[in-house]
């Protein structure tokens, strides 16, 4: 799967992707495992160590990261 550009050229896209991809889990996989990051964060536990790309993901992913902020405001 791939991310769609979202600047004209795609260069800064291409750039911030290459800046990335090695620890990025992308947003497929970390809404696939949001609700235990939540949980762990509920439980006072530090959930970048046991998904440190979802993390990385959750930096820089705006929607993903309102997901996450939904969770932990339904909890
Ligand atoms: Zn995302």
């Known amino acids: 799967m791939t991310q769609p550009d979202t600047t004209p050229d795609g260069r800064p ?3 911030a992707f290459l800046a990335t991809q090695d620890d990025d889990a992308g947003c497929g996989a970390t809404r696939d495992v949001l609700d235990v990051y939540a949980d ?5 536990l530090d959930p970048a160590a046991r998904f440190p790309g979802v993390a990385a993901h ?18």
């Open 13 to 15: 896209a291409l750039l």
């Open 40 to 44: 762990l964060i509920l439980a006072g």
């Open 58 to 75: 959750l930096h820089d992913c705006a929607p993903c990261a309102d997901d996450l902020a939904g969770l932990l405001a339904l909890a």
